[in-house]
């Protein structure tokens, strides 16, 4: 479990005076000989008198926050630790902008931010280096990408699995009540089928929602279980439930809750707690690992166009029309143009772009007194000459993964259950940046050299499943129902009406547009309520 700590340093002599009791139960030194050290929220080394060094961990499962308090730096595990420790707080009104009116990609950015004036935050494997009179920050650890892997398909397929079993042989080794999420895709179910070869017997649950959803994927989740022998805890998530669960999240999370996902994993993990399990095995990561999400997919026709294999492109673009068309988002040449000429630069191998309407979505709900110009818009990484791997690593470090991460951690505390990634591990995301491109896809097939090692271990109801569905919560109905009042309550409190902030006359109009089913703005909903009931939460 997750050990919460604030301690303060004088900056003039880099030297700790004062500090709360847990603190001394986290200091681990030589912990970089560890790759994955996940025990623990932060690692502070004392080398000497004068330098000090404050770690977060590789893929930033914890957080790390600290702010400048005069001559001194207090640094905590949570906001409440360094509320604890003297600091004031006061909230950011960028960070409300961009939460409320931008899309859920961009809530990390600008790097080393919080939701709080003067407050920042580690980025994922960095470290903040302490000497007298002076500080800076280091990125300490980083994926490595090996191009000269002359294995067979076979050899780098044994070798793979080999590394997914020790990670989670470490993870077992914590001797915990655990239980394995299971969904109808590729990644829980080879953590499930892995599991099942060590200890015999994994205990694995799925979520299931009272509503009939679009992405229902209940039917396949028990398939693969049966196929298993293994028994399935279903999870039932009520609509009833929901905002008194966001109101608990508010009351407790270091920052809002940025999809109603993270808060039904909040609910989730209360009912495995009930039912005598503290510890969650969890997929995630394994998108990343295995090029799994959706647009990861234009990232890769990217890397074929600017490789020239444009054989292996037109193969792998029938297979994406074929599995991932809809209605909505098509999937066809005329949509891939318009990616390239938005997304992505040729002159520069690797260097994706910013979606500019996706990051400005909903900045038409701000008050017209609010200068946008000020907005900072996220600064992209393209560390390696990939556009995929560029994607993944922008996913894994400043986009996707981060929010998911910090509101599991705040899940953790709340509920007494903790997570673990077997995906999330240095060794397995080094495996996974260095496998040949054209393992990675076969004839528009995600995940294809995952699908192909685990023959005979992964039971063909997800092995061959190759339509993504996700994990979705009807949202949208509910903003028709239960959650309509909650916005109007919201849009009329004084509060809001106070701040200036908003144009709530736009933000209504949305709100009447979703319920008339002239478009689906659940996102921009969910981020305008859960924002707002965070802040009310923490200012009373």
């Known amino acids: 479990m997750i050990n919460p700590f604030w301690v303060i340093i004088d900056l003039k002599k880099a030297r700790v005076v004062n500090q709360n009791k847990k603190f001394n139960k986290i200091i681990y030194d030589g912990f970089l000989s560890k790759k994955n050290f996940y ?90 280096i302490i000497r007298k009179n002076s500080f800076n920050l280091k990125k300490y650890i980083n994926i490595k990408v090996n191009r000269k892997v002359k294995k067979s398909f076979e050899q780098l397929g044994k070798e793979y699995l080999k590394i997914i079993e020790d990670s989670i042989i470490e993870k077992l080794e914590l001797k915990k009540k655990s239980i394995f999420a299971l969904s109808s895709g590729m990644d829980s179910s080879t953590l499930v089928s892995i599991a099942k070869k060590l200890i015999g017997n994994p205990k694995v649950f799925t979520t299931v929602f009272e509503e009939r959803t679009d992405h229902d994927e209940s039917t396949d989740v028990m398939k693969t279980s049966k196929s298993l022998g293994l028994k399935l805890y279903k999870i039932p998530i009520k609509e009833r439930r929901v905002f008194d669960e966001l109101e608990d999240f508010s009351h407790d999370a270091d920052e809002p809750c940025a999809t109603i996902t993270q808060l039904m994993h909040k609910m989730v993990s209360a009912k495995i707690k009930k039912l005598g399990f503290n510890l969650i095995f969890s997929g995630l990561g394994g998108d990343e690992a295995h090029s799994g999400e959706i647009e990861e997919y234009l990232y890769y026709f990217a890397d074929l166009k600017y490789l020239k294999m444009s054989k292996k492109l037109s193969e792998d673009m029938v297979g994406w029309k074929k599995y991932h068309s809809t209605k909505i988002y098509p999937k066809n040449k005329k949509t891939l143009d318009s990616f390239f000429k938005k997304e992505i630069d040729f002159k520069q191998q690797g260097k994706v772009l910013l979606n500019i309407d996706r990051f400005y979505s ?112 009807p949202t949208d109905k509910w903003f028709k129902n239960t959650f309509k009042d909650k916005v109007l309550d919201m849009i009329n409190s004084q509060d809001v009406r106070n701040r200036g902030i908003y144009d709530l006359k736009a933000i209504k109009n949305i709100l009447s547009q979703h319920i008339k089913n002239k478009q689906n703005h659940m996102m921009f909903l969910w981020q305008f309520l859960s924002y707002e009931t965070w802040r009310y939460n923490k200012k009373n």
């Open 39 to 128: 025990g623990a929220a932060a690692i502070l080394k004392k080398l000497n008198d004068g330098l000090i060094e404050v770690y977060r961990d590789q893929f930033g499962i914890h957080q790390v926050f600290y702010s400048f308090q005069k001559n001194n730096i207090h640094i905590s595990t949570t906001i409440d630790g360094l509320k604890k420790s003297g600091v004031k707080l006061d909230f950011c009104i960028k960070k409300n902008i961009t939460f409320v009116t931008s899309h859920y990609r961009y809530f990390v950015h600008p790097s080393n931010s919080s939701y709080y004036q003067n407050v920042f935050s580690l980025m994922p494997g960095q470290k903040l």
């Open 362 to 473: 909903y900045i038409h709900v701000l008050n017209n007194e609010i200068d946008v110009s000020k907005i900072n818009e996220p600064i992209l990484r393209n560390p390696y000459k990939s556009y995929l791997l560029n994607k993944i690593y922008q996913d894994l470090f400043h986009e996707t993964i981060p929010i998911v991460l910090n509101a599991e951690t705040s899940n953790a505390r709340n509920t007494k259950v903790s997570n673990v990634y077997p995906y999330l591990n240095h060794d397995v995301m080094n495996f996974s940046f260095s496998l040949p491109i054209e393992y990675r896809y076969k004839n528009g097939v995600t995940k294809h050299f995952l699908r192909e090692i685990t023959k005979n271990i992964v039971p063909d109801s997800s092995r061959k499943n190759y339509f993504k569905k996700g994990w979705n919560a």
